[in-house]
């Protein structure tokens, strides 16, 4: 049968990797933002505009950025709160294998 084991180094390794996807995340998400806010209103202020940018029941451009935005940077904080667990789980191995 095989053994099961963890070692606190993989552990630590697949929490950089998780911190790693996140801090790309946050950093496409700046950019993209940035790039947006560059663009201003290209949709113009007429009645097309307006149902673009609002759309019918409030589902136009502007509330579907913002769930966007929301729901990237809710999934970044939880690849931060995966990383620091795997950190956290590291040492704790570590600590009780010390003994």
């Avoid at 990797?17 to 201003?40: F, H, I, Q, T, Y």
């Avoid at 620091?84 to 570590?94: H, S, W």
Wanted: hydrophobic share 30%; proline share 3%.
């Amino acid at each position: 049968m095989p053994e099961f084991g963890i070692a606190p180094s993989e552990l630590r390794s697949t929490a950089k990797d998780l911190a790693d996807v996140s801090s790309r995340m946050k950093g496409v998400m700046s950019r993209l933002s940035a790039n947006l806010a560059a663009e201003g209103a290209p949709w113009g202020g007429d009645d097309s505009g307006r149902r673009f940018r609002h759309g019918d029941n409030d589902n136009g451009y502007d509330s579907q950025k913002e769930w966007v935005d929301g729901s990237v940077d809710a999934k970044a904080q939880l690849l931060d709160e995966y990383s620091e667990g795997l950190r956290t789980g590291a040492d704790t191995l570590e600590q009780t294998d010390d003994v």
